[in-house]
């Protein structure tokens, strides 16, 4: 498979701060490519020098083989992005929305029409052409962003924080509709906070922090790199009596999260302290009512390699 | 044709606006009503006398003056003004005073007295300069009766010729703007500044909506955005300023004289004025802070200019400074324009709003290159 995009040695520095740090990577025709990153980590900065919305300081960004520093235009016109806040006009119509956004890579006429009503289609707003975005639920209107990015059939598609705030029903659709432009020879550049999501439809992931890529490859090769750690996840009645720091005193217990009704630990594989952990479970007074021993996930990966969890 | 595109958008978008039609449309058409209405009399160039009441008392030392005086009175009941003689327990100069008579004249031996009043001067002077004329008609009649009584009679013919009593001379005296004309133009340049407003989020709505992410995304260069952007502002501002024209003209019969070409020249570069500096402040100040200032500024230039009322139309530090305002200068054009027919009084104020507007358009092209995105 060729490579649609390539990134070579990008810098991006904001003053003394430097944002990207000689970065390199290379996304293959047909992949759907997960970019991980806590907020800082650089990710967005680097789709935005994709998306030629800010200078690169050092390096090259190669989209279909070609510069996009001496080919803006050409870059352009073969990328869609769907940004992480919503970027529609509320005042213009679904359509008109499409049509406009359209327009301006250059469509017109039955073309215009024809592509502006195929993208609605795509996302499940054909019925809803018409109507306005402020009449929208949160889960439309994110299919109307990305119809947005889609109806002049961009080679690539760079979608950063898609499903962000939005019911299961419409993520699930969003989701089925990133694989299904996939199918149709879309190549995907995907960010999420959602580690799952990720994970279930990326075919490639890289993850980014501090402005460097310090992981790349698929889920399973990433999962591979922790081969030292496991996950105990104990589900319990109510979370309010459990103190955090005890619970890191145990040996081997790297972190500790506390969710709703639940509490996950990451520890070293080859210690063996689950007593150790029930007992102070028990001094805290938690109901147990479940206990279970998970292989690594992303998570842990992206914990583990950053010392953050994705949503700091 | 993306430039077209775009233009086209921001047309859509400012038609659908609400605030759109209550600023540039309603608020002025409503304006001119109440303002043209209210203060009619500011604008009038002739004044309304009503009856002149004066207080008389013929003492009756010279019955020759007092026959005359009877004539007097008689001859210039048809010209709305009445004397009445001074009933018993009266005061002359009291009734004066109270405002019930606007003069009181006393005939005695030593001839006429007049005392006028104070609240009514132009009353008072007319019914003075009666009397005077009067008076000086007498001594010539008396003079000349005594060596030549028909030259007499030719004077006195001549006294009973019909006459009016206040013959108005002024240069264009039916030529100029009532208070409806005045404020169709004021407000007309009034909402042509507004376009400032709706300028100033040309490119910072774009920011706060997110679009304009998409937009640097797009492969459009940030010239067809801009010019764009201009094309359709300067449409939909010109459009309601023209609406706001043509209602004033054919709806409140305003007078928009006989140049509409040259007057529309005028609100058109003050249109091209007003986006280049909301676009321009847009610039200079983030946020919220440039709408504040546009909105001051168009404030401002709509008071010093005189929206409201006139102002500034003498040698004072007002009407120094309000030679600073755009709707000053535009104002004055339109007017010259229309009431003296001055086509040439267009061009300094076209002039100075194209100088202006490219002056806040080179601060916003200049500050767009540098800014990476939009």
Same mark, same amino acid.
Do not use: C, H, R, W
């Given at each position: 498979m060729s490579n649609v995009l390539e990134i070579r040695n990008l810098t991006k520095k904001f003053g003394d701060f430097i944002?990207? !740090?000689?970065m390199s990577l290379a996304v293959r025709e047909g992949e759907i490519f997960g970019f991980l990153g806590a907020n800082g980590a650089g990710k967005s900065t680097t789709i935005n020098m994709i998306s030629s919305l800010l200078r690169n300081t050092k390096g090259e960004i190669i989209l279909l083989g070609k510069n996009i520093a001496k080919s803006a235009k050409f870059a352009k016109s073969n990328i869609g992005v769907v940004p992480q806040d919503l970027a529609i006009? *509320?005042?213009?119509t679904a359509y008109e929305n499409v049509s406009f956004f359209a327009g301006l890579y250059g469509l017109r006429g039955a073309q215009l029409k024809e592509r502006t009503v195929e993208a609605l289609e795509f996302v499940g707003l054909g019925d809803k052409h018409?109507?306005?975005?402020?009449?929208?639920s949160g889960g439309m209107k994110r299919r109307l962003n990305i119809a947005c990015a889609i109806a002049h059939r961009p080679k690539l598609i760079i979608m950063d #924080?898609?499903?962000?705030?939005?019911d299961p029903q419409s993520r699930n659709y969003i989701l089925n509709s990133v694989r299904k432009l996939n199918d149709m020879g879309c190549t995907i550049i995907y960010t999420s906070h959602y580690m799952e999501e990720v994970e279930e439809i990326c075919t490639r992931i890289a993850i980014v922090d501090h402005g460097k890529i310090i992981a790349e490859g698929t889920k399973e090769q990433l999962k591979a790199i922790i081969t030292d750690t496991k996950d105990i996840w104990i589900g319990i009645k109510?979370? !309010? #009596?459990?103190?955090v720091e005890p619970l890191k005193q145990?040996?081997?217990?790297a972190s500790v999260r506390v969710e709703e009704h639940m509490v996950m630990i990451n520890s070293k594989? *080859?210690?063996?302290n689950l007593n150790l952990i029930i007992q102070q479970l028990i001094r805290d007074r938690a109901e147990i009512r479940s206990v279970e021993e998970q292989a690594p996930n992303l998570e842990t990966v992206f914990l583990t390699l950053t010392g953050r969890n994705l949503r700091d | 044709m993306t430039t077209i595109h775009i233009a086209i958008k921001e047309i859509k978008q400012a038609l659908r606006d609400r605030r759109t039609f209550l600023f540039m449309l309603a608020f002025p058409i409503v304006l001119i009503l109440i303002l043209g209405t209210a203060l009619s009399n500011a604008f009038s160039g002739s004044i309304e006398l009503g009856e002149m009441k004066v207080l008389y008392k013929d003492?009756?030392?010279?019955p020759a003056l007092g026959g005359y005086w009877d004539g007097f009175v008689k001859a210039v009941e048809g010209e709305n003004v009445h004397f009445t003689p001074l009933g018993k327990d009266m005061n002359g100069q009291e009734e004066v005073k109270s405002d019930n008579y606007v003069a009181y004249v006393e005939i005695g031996d030593e001839g006429i007295r007049f005392y006028g009043s104070t609240r009514n001067t132009i009353e008072g002077n007319i019914v003075q300069g009666m009397l005077t004329t009067f008076a000086q008609r007498y001594n010539l009649v008396a003079a000349t009766m005594k060596t030549d009584p028909v030259a007499a009679q030719a004077v006195l013919a001549n006294a009973s010729a019909p006459h009016d009593i206040v013959k108005e001379t002024a240069?264009?005296? /039916?030529?100029a703007p009532g208070s409806i004309d005045y404020y169709a133009v004021a407000m007309t340049t009034m909402i042509a500044m507004y376009g400032a407003m709706s300028a100033s989020t040309l490119i910072r709505g774009e920011r706060s909506r997110n679009t304009a992410i998409r937009l640097s995304a797009a492969p459009v260069s940030k010239a067809e955005i801009f010019v764009g952007k201009i094309i359709g502002s300067l449409f939909t501002n010109l459009a309601c300023v023209l609406a706001v024209v043509l209602f004033s003209k054919y709806?409140?019969?305003?007078d928009w004289g006989y140049h509409m070409g040259m007057v529309i020249l005028v609100l058109l570069s003050e249109v091209l004025l007003a986006v280049a500096i909301g676009l321009g402040l847009s610039y200079l100040f983030k946020g919220e802070t440039a709408r504040s200032i546009v909105m001051i500024f168009t404030q401002l230039a709509s008071f010093l200019g005189g929206a409201y009322f006139p102002i500034?139309? /003498?040698?004072?530090f007002m009407g120094w400074i309000s030679d600073f305002s755009p709707l000053r200068w535009a104002n004055v054009a339109i007017n010259k324009i229309i009431y003296?027919?001055?086509?040439?009084?267009a061009l300094p104020a076209i002039g100075l709003n194209l100088i202006v507007a490219f002056a806040f358009l080179a601060i916003a092209i200049i500050s767009m290159r540098r800014r990476e995105a939009l």
């Open positions: 944002a990207v !740090d000689n006009y *509320e005042d213009m018409k109507a306005y975005p402020k009449n929208f #924080e898609p499903t962000v705030g939005i109510s979370e !309010d #009596e459990i103190k145990i040996p081997g217990v594989a *080859e210690v063996n | 003492t009756g030392a010279s240069l264009q005296a /039916d030529k709806a409140f019969k305003a500034g139309q /003498d040698e004072s003296s027919n001055e086509l040439g009084a």
